[in-house]
């Protein structure tokens, strides 16, 4: 039976050991783990509603979403229906503190959110795990979000999916650090992470990208544990600058990076050498996110604030997990 409209709330989140690449893309089940931050700030809100028939309806800031925006929104209901036993149809209002489809990770938050708003709407109320299952389904970057702080998502080896789920690494008051990030252009992407995804499987560099991905993962995990900024820095350049680089040897090619982009990276390069621990990180999209210590937040603001092509600058501490709203 479904209850009352609910919302919940899910933060983005920032991959220092990205996920690229798919072991099964319908159940959207990585080729291997990954390990992110969740950051504060950034959010999605949701509302949900079960509360008749006709077709689900989606507004997103206000406006009605259709086509495969829609259909992709339906398919990730008709699972929280399923689960429920229920057949209404809901409406669903969806605000958010971060720009979409600009390389910010908003699906992550967006699904997160979805996931615990929908299936308390729903009459359900699952455990973090359960819910950091469901919210994969939607985006799999969404795993993670359900958590605060740091984050591993599990590559898992059931084919089913039932061991690919994320689960906390440490809570946000572990370490205090700063991610900043630099908007270098706010049009809306050009390759989904999704399409990115399966071209990247054509890389002859792809193998060389999982088979290196354990490694990564250990080697992140000593350094949050450590609180070591350097070694987790290094490591999320390395692991962000593979990446793109699968992707420059995909067939069709991708590059998701505009001119400001490699003037960031060079920047950040350039206040290492002055001496500022600051390191970088990119994702599907052309904006730069850089990682440091909250006594150089700052310096670094200013720093990518006058590299020319650079739009906006803003500054995030780490967040919490998805949560309730009312
Ligand atoms: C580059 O989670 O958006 O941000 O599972 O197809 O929805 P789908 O992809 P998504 O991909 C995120 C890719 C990334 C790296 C990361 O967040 O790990």
């Not at 008709?78 to 669903?92: H, K, N, Y």
């Not at 819910?131 to 984050?151: E, P």
């Not at 900024?229 to 090619?253: D, F, N, T």
């Not at 603001?301 to 006058?306: K, Q, S, V």
């Amino acid at each position: 039976m479904s209850v009352a409209a609910t919302t919940a709330r899910a933060n983005v989140n920032l991959a220092l050991v990205k996920y690229w690449g798919k072991r099964d893309p319908a159940l959207n089940l990585p080729a291997t783990g990954s390990i992110s931050i969740t950051l504060g700030g950034l959010s999605v809100e949701t509302e949900v509603d079960f509360n008749g028939s006709g077709p689900d309806r989606f507004e997103i800031e206000g406006a009605e979403a259709v086509g495969d925006e829609a259909r992709r929104l339906a398919t990730f209901l008709d699972l929280v229906r399923r689960e429920a036993g229920i057949q209404e149809r809901a409406r669903v209002s969806t605000r958010a503190t971060v720009p979409r489809g600009i390389g910010l990770a908003s699906s992550a938050a967006t699904f997160a959110a979805l996931a615990l708003a929908a299936t308390r709407a729903a009459g359900l109320t699952l455990p973090p795990p359960a819910l950091s299952l469901l919210a994969r389904r939607g985006s799999g970057s969404a795993a993670r979000s359900v958590y605060g702080g740091f984050v591993e998502w599990h590559r898992g080896a059931r084919q089913d999916g039932a061991d690919s789920l994320a689960e906390p690494l440490a809570p946000p008051d572990h370490w205090d650090i700063r991610v900043v990030v630099a908007i270098t252009d706010t049009a809306p992407k050009g390759v989904s992470s999704r399409v990115g995804m399966a071209r990247a499987a054509s890389s002859p560099l792809f193998p060389a990208w999982v088979e290196g991905a354990e490694a990564d993962l250990a080697e992140a995990r000593t350094s949050i544990r450590k609180r070591d900024l350097e070694a987790l820095g290094l490591l999320a350049e390395h692991s962000a600058l593979k990446m793109h680089a699968v992707g420059l040897g995909a067939r069709p090619p991708l590059l998701y990076w505009r001119g400001a982009t490699i003037e960031c990276m060079h920047r950040v390069w350039a206040l290492r050498q002055e001496g500022t621990q600051a390191f970088f990180s990119i994702d599907a999209g052309p904006q730069v996110k850089v990682l440091c210590a909250p006594e150089d937040a700052i310096r670094v603001m200013e720093a990518l604030g006058t590299v020319p092509g650079v739009q906006r600058v803003l500054t995030c501490a780490l967040g919490g997990g998805a949560e309730l709203v009312r």
